[in-house]
């Protein structure tokens, strides 16, 4: 699926992802509905990860860049593919079932506006992941900023 339509499904989501806060009015017998919107993950840019990488920090990489980006090109070094669409069932399997969700989890794409960088950093954060941010301008601002990669594993 293309940046584009993931971009309009982050929109809908985001919406509809809204947690109603019911809050009754004393002396009447209805209930007001107020949404409140979940808070919206943190960008990193690419010199901060190059930075925590080099001073080996404990960081998790999520690559959630479309299959043919992923095939056609390498990889951050240690980072964990994972289709966006999959993300949440992928949670429940190793190696993110055993990540520690207070560690730091970085996640990027290759779409013009990280729409599926985000949206994969909202489903961190309503498993449970309490430090996830979005590499801002994602797998092109990495190679721009000369980040470390490494080949794909070949299936």
């Given at each position: 699926?293309?940046?584009e339509?993931?971009?309009?499904?982050?929109?809908?989501?985001?919406?509809?992802?809204?947690?109603?806060?019911y809050?009754?009015?004393?002396?009447?017998?209805?209930?007001?509905v107020?949404?409140?919107?979940a808070?919206?993950?943190?960008?990193?840019s690419?010199?901060?990860?190059?930075?925590?990488?080099?001073?080996?920090?404990?960081?998790?990489?999520?690559d959630?860049?479309?299959?043919?980006s992923?095939?056609n090109?390498?990889?951050?070094?240690?980072?964990i593919?994972?289709?966006?669409?999959?993300?949440?069932?992928?949670?429940?399997?190793?190696?993110?079932?055993?990540?520690?969700?207070?560690?730091?989890?970085?996640?990027?794409?290759?779409?013009?506006?990280?729409?599926?960088?985000?949206?994969?950093?909202?489903?961190?954060?309503?498993?449970?992941?309490?430090?996830?941010?979005?590499?801002?301008?994602?797998w092109?601002?990495?190679?721009k900023?000369n980040?470390?990669?490494?080949?794909?594993?070949?299936?």
């Open positions: 699926m293309n940046c339509r993931w971009f309009v499904l982050m929109l809908l989501s985001s919406v509809s992802s809204a947690t109603p806060l809050v009754g009015v004393p002396g009447t017998t209805f209930v007001t107020v949404t409140q919107k808070s919206a993950p943190d960008f990193m690419a010199e901060q990860l190059k930075a925590k990488l080099a001073r080996n920090e404990p960081v998790t990489i999520i959630v860049r479309d299959t043919e992923y095939l090109q390498n990889k951050i070094k240690g980072s593919h994972v289709k966006l669409r999959r993300l949440s069932y992928r949670l429940s399997m190793p190696p993110l079932k055993d990540a520690p969700r207070d560690r730091e989890v970085i996640t990027y794409c290759a779409c013009p506006h990280d729409e599926a960088s985000i949206r994969a950093a909202q489903i961190l954060l309503d498993a449970g992941f309490r430090r996830v941010r979005v590499l801002q301008g994602g092109q601002m990495w190679l900023a980040g470390q990669t490494e080949a794909r594993p070949r299936a």
